[in-house]
């Protein structure tokens, strides 16, 4: 009977040290998924003006290290924010320079914004890793 106990608390012990091993590589792992080239995005729209309920260009020069599709959340700011769906991002891996064409809600009242885009990356059960880019000001007519 005492070999059993010590059996099992010898088990117990190393089962902690190994899930506490993994936590700590969860947690503090320097995951690579993505690096953007240029800090804010270039409004590629003539004039830079977006009628509303029309398309925004914009472009990004990234290079992603990862398959892993992020969630990305978009926002209109304008000292007010109007958040839009999340959706899934679809670029691709490598590095590229790409045009991103978004629809602009025709609610979205007009003025003068910069959209502020919101990257998640879900890189395991307990860690999620965030970007957080801007577009260059744009405007929005009727």
């Known amino acids: 009977m005492n070999k059993l106990f010590y059996i099992i608390s010898w088990f117990a012990i190393i089962s902690a040290m190994v899930l506490l091993f993994v936590y700590l590589f969860w947690q503090f792992y320097p995951y690579k998924t993505i690096k953007f080239n240029t800090p804010v995005y270039k409004?590629?729209?003539?004039?830079?003006t977006v009628k509303q309920g029309g398309v925004l260009i914009y472009e990004i020069d990234y290079c992603k290290y990862t398959d892993q599709e992020p969630v990305v959340t978009k926002y209109y700011v304008d000292g007010i924010v109007y958040q839009t769906s999340p959706a899934r991002g679809v670029v691709k891996k490598g590095c590229h320079v790409t045009q991103v064409y978004n629809d602009v809600p025709k609610a979205?009242?007009?003025?003068?914004?910069?959209?502020?885009?919101?990257?998640?990356y879900s890189?395991?059960?307990?860690r999620d890793i965030f970007?957080?880019?801007?577009?260059?000001?744009?405007?929005i007519t009727k």
């Open 43 to 48: 409004v590629l729209n003539e004039n830079k």
């Open 123 to 126: 890189v395991n059960p307990i």
């Open 108 to 120: 979205l009242p007009p003025g003068e914004y910069n959209m502020k885009v919101l990257i998640d």
């Open 131 to 139: 970007h957080t880019n801007f577009t260059e000001k744009f405007t």
